[in-house]
C-alpha cells in the first residue's frame, strides 16, 4: 500500500496480515506513519497504491452502502476522547446507534448499558463528560466504538494523553478485550503492553514495515540496528511517576541476550538525563567496570552549577517529560538486563 500527501510519501510499500482474533501493535517513532496507516484501514485516507481488505471487503469502494458497511466493521478509538461535551455518557453511546444502526430507543439504551458494563462504567450512564476523568472519557470513547459491534477495533495511541494510572485503567480494557477474542490493531508506545497482549509486533520505520513477527520472538531478537535502538529509546523513556514529593525516574535498558553488558554506555545516558535537570551525575569507575547491577547507592547526584566541589544539592523543579527535552537518545551499545532507579528529592526552599 502507498499513501502520500503531496510529493510527500507517508506510507511505501505497506503490507501486512492480521487474522482473526489477532492482537497487532504497531510500534515505531513519531512520523514513521503509523497514525496514516489506521486512518487508511478506517478508510478516513484515501490510497495512491494497493489495497485494503477488511473482514472481506476492499476499503475505499465507491458508494454509501460501501462506507457504512466499512463503518459497522470497524471501531477506531482516537488519542483525543472526541465525545460530545453537551451530550450524557449515555446519548453519546446511542447516537452512533441511531445514525449507523438505526436501532430503536429500548435497544439503543440496553446497548450503551452493555458496553458500559464491559468497561467498568455502569455508574456513569448519565454522567457528562466534564464529570469524568481522563481514563474515564478514552473507556467511553471505547464503549462508543463497541457498541456497533464491530469485527475489528484499531486504537491509535489511546494512552498517550493519560498520567500512568488512567493509562493502567485503559489498557486494563483493552486487554480484556483481547482475552474475549476481539480483533486489534493498535498503534502504542507502551512496551510493556505490547509484550503482555499483542500476538504480532509491526515496527514501523520511515514509512515501511520495517520488522514484523510473533512479539515474543522479535523482542528477543531484533534483526535490525534500527528496531534495537527504538526498544532501547523507549524503555529509557519511561514517563515520570510522581510519588509526593519526589520525582522517580525508571530506567530499564532492553535485555539483549548474548551481549555482554557496557556498564560506561550506560553511564553516560544517566549523566545525559541528570544534566537535562542541572544536575551533574558521579559514578565511580572502579564500580562499573566490577560489573553487576547498578543501584541508586551508585551514584551521587550535585547541583551543576556548584561546580566539582560542592556538596549535594538541594533539589530543584523538574521538567514533566523526558521526552519533550529530546536529550533521551537510543544506547548506542548493547546492554543486558540493567535496572537503575534514582530519586530526586524536590524542596521549595532554595539551597
Not at 525516574?249 to 557496557?262: E, G, P, T
Amino acid at each position: 500500500m502507498v499513501k502520500e500527501f503531496g510529493p510527500l510519501r507517508v506510507l511505501d510499500g505497506v503490507g501486512f496480515d492480521v487474522a482473526r482474533g489477532q492482537t497487532v501493535a504497531i510500534v515505531g517513532r513519531s512520523g514513521s506513519g503509523k497514525s496514516t496507516l489506521l486512518r487508511c484501514i478506517a478508510g478516513l485516507e484515501t490510497v495512491q497504491g494497493g489495497r485494503i481488505e477488511v473482514c472481506g471487503h476492499e476499503v475505499g469502494r465507491p458508494g454509501s452502502a460501501a462506507r457504512a458497511q466499512l463503518r459497522r466493521d470497524v471501531g477506531m478509538v482516537f488519542q483525543s476522547y472526541n465525545l460530545f461535551p453537551h451530550l450524557t455518557v449515555e446519548r453519546n453511546i446511542t447516537l452512533a446507534l441511531t445514525l449507523v444502526k438505526k436501532s430503536p430507543g429500548e435497544a439503543q439504551r440496553r446497548r450503551a448499558a452493555d458496553v458500559l458494563r464491559l468497561v467498568g462504567l455502569t455508574d456513569k450512564l448519565m454522567s457528562y463528560p466534564e464529570q469524568l476523568s481522563g481514563g474515564q472519557q478514552q473507556r467511553v470513547a471505547i464503549a462508543r466504538s463497541l457498541a456497533l459491534q464491530p469485527q475489528v477495533m484499531l486504537f491509535d495511541e489511546v494512552t498517550s494523553a493519560l498520567d500512568p494510572e488512567l493509562t493502567a485503567e485503559v489498557l486494563g480494557v483493552m486487554e480484556d478485550l483481547a482475552r474475549r477474542g476481539m480483533t486489534m490493531i493498535s498503534v502504542t508506545h507502551e512496551m510493556g503492553f505490547a509484550r503482555r497482549v499483542a500476538d504480532l509486533v509491526v515496527f514501523m520505520h520511515q514509512g515501511k514495515v520495517w520488522e514484523t513477527g510473533p512479539t515474543a520472538e522479535l523482542f528477543a531478537n531484533p534483526r535490525t540496528a534500527e528496531f534495537k535502538q527504538f526498544v532501547g529509546s523507549e524503555l529509557l523513556g519511561r514517563q515520570l511517576r510522581r510519588r509526593g514529593d519526589r520525582q522517580a525516574f525508571d530506567l530499564v535498558l532492553f535485555d539483549q541476550a548474548r551481549h555482554q553488558a557496557r556498564l560506561l554506555g550506560l553511564l553516560d545516558e544517566v549523566r545525559e538525563i541528570a544534566r537535562a535537570f542541572g544536575m551533574r551525575a558521579c559514578c565511580s569507575p572502579d564500580r562499573l567496570l566490577h560489573g553487576g547491577e547498578l543501584a541508586v547507592e551508585d551514584f551521587q547526584f550535585r547541583d551543576a552549577s556548584r561546580g566539582p566541589s560542592a556538596g549535594p544539592a538541594a533539589a530543584r523543579p523538574a521538567t514533566s517529560s523526558l521526552s519533550s527535552m529530546n536529550l533521551l537518545k537510543a544506547p548506542s551499545r548493547p546492554l543486558i538486563g540493567i535496572r537503575v532507579a534514582f530519586l530526586m528529592l524536590f524542596s521549595s526552599h532554595s539551597p
